[in-house]
């Protein structure tokens, strides 16, 4: 899996407290997109063994209720996706997930998505089926910058939230807010809503 950051601990991008996965890679190209800095097919490209010993210490050092995974555009790396989801559930059964991205959910559900792993329509129609599967909700559709939006979760007023379990419901999405961390080592990462703009 491309993985571009994993940000332990967030309550910026959904219910509970929240590790944040940004996978690397995204061909959607939306212009103004705030994670530009993900979009490229180039990164740490690790074993799916990996990624979830990794979750699975953040789980036990920070307690999350929940994994949010982000991008990039996580849909375009379906099939180790809906591997590390099946591990998850496994390892942690009564952790919440959700998920951003740039698809509408009718795309995702005829198959109409790029993969890179480069899988036929059919097989990605089984993927997003075996994805949603897993998730208790996810934030659809490609960002426009021309549609600011304030609404739980959406960057952008043509986005929609869409809840797949009963674990959570609309109220326990909360106001849209930004988060900056700052590292150690220095390392400064900023997630969340920038309404007004990036804040660095």
């Known amino acids: 899996m491309l993985l571009h950051a994993i940000m332990p601990a967030s309550r910026a991008n959904g219910p509970g407290l929240r590790c944040v996965v940004f996978v690397q890679g995204c061909s959607l190209n ?86 890179r792993h480069g899988v036929d329509r059919e097989r990605r129609r089984t993927l997003w089926r075996l994805i949603r599967s897993h998730l208790d ?17 959406c960057s952008s007023g043509n986005q929609a939230l869409r809840l797949f379990s009963a674990r959570h419901t609309k109220i326990d999405f909360g106001v849209q807010t930004v988060e900056i961390t700052i590292a150690a080592d220095g390392l400064t990462r900023t997630t969340g809503f920038p309404t007004l703009g990036d804040p660095a």
């Open 137 to 153: 909700f996810a934030v659809m559709g490609r960002y426009n910058r021309l549609q600011p939006s304030d609404a739980p979760m």
């Open 30 to 115: 939306c212009p103004g997109c705030w994670n530009s800095w993900s979009h490229s097919f180039h990164g740490n490209d690790l074993a799916i063994e990996a990624v979830l010993a990794e979750l699975v210490n953040c789980h036990n050092q920070y307690s999350v209720d929940g994994f949010t995974f982000s991008g990039g555009e996580p849909m375009q790396q379906a099939e180790d996706l809906a591997n590390l989801l099946r591990c998850l559930r496994s390892a942690l059964p009564t952790v919440s997930f959700g998920m951003f991205t740039g698809y509408s959910e009718k795309e995702l559900e005829t198959g109409r998505y790029f993969t």
